[in-house]
């Protein structure tokens, strides 16, 4: 895709893909003889929680949260508002929420502490993209599929402004299209 905006690429697709075959391979082992709820974080894990499922080898449902702290901007505005709540309850439920991208931590945070009100029998984290130079908060990530450095990238469910989930790889935002 010719777009001055798409710079260095971070992540390869076929980085993207053998690591998440490893993921789907290590969440299988751990949850052997179990059912497993994934909630998805809408709409930037869409294409990862799609991969990431077809790699299980255990029984899973999937289910979605959208929850706002950006808005179009590049930095979390710390406030945090569940948009689209689970469609199912998780009580007793073996879960694992799967996010796009760690970024201060603050919305998984409060998505954390929201859901283990709701008394699930486990609840894990699988999130593609970490960055830990912006981490504000101590997270339990059981899963994480890359660390990346502090710049806002774009790609594979990752947007600017709804533009550019549709790349197969993990780029840098090189500029903000106007």
């Known amino acids: 895709m010719e777009d001055p905006a798409i710079g260095e690429v971070v992540v390869t697709a076929e980085e993207l893909q053998r690591r998440i075959r490893e993921l789907g391979a290590e969440i299988s082992?751990?949850?052997?003889?179990?059912d497993l709820v994934m909630i998805g974080v809408l709409k930037g894990a869409v294409l990862f929680l799609g991969d990431l499922m077809r790699q299980l080898t255990v029984p899973c449902e999937i289910d979605f949260m959208a929850v706002s702290s950006y808005g179009?901007?590049?930095?979390?505005?710390?406030?945090?508002?569940?948009?689209?709540d689970l469609d199912a309850p998780?009580?007793?439920?073996?879960?694992?929420?799967?996010?796009?991208?760690?970024?201060?931590?603050l919305t998984l945070q409060y998505l954390l502490r929201n859901l283990r009100a709701r008394n699930p029998g486990s609840l894990e984290v699988?999130?593609?993209?970490?960055?830990p130079e912006r981490r504000r908060v101590e997270l339990?990530?059981?899963?994480l599929g890359f660390e990346i450095p502090n710049r806002y990238v774009i790609g594979y469910g990752l947007d600017y402004a709804q533009r550019y989930r549709n790349l197969s790889y993990v780029a840098v935002l090189n500029e903000q299209p106007q």
């Open 140 to 143: 339990p990530i059981r899963y």
């Open 72 to 84: 179009s901007q590049t930095d979390s505005s710390g406030v945090v508002r569940i948009l689209k």
């Open 126 to 131: 699988c999130a593609l993209l970490a960055k």
């Open 29 to 34: 082992r751990d949850y052997e003889g179990r």
């Open 90 to 105: 998780i009580e007793g439920r073996e879960v694992v929420i799967v996010e796009d991208i760690i970024d201060s931590g």
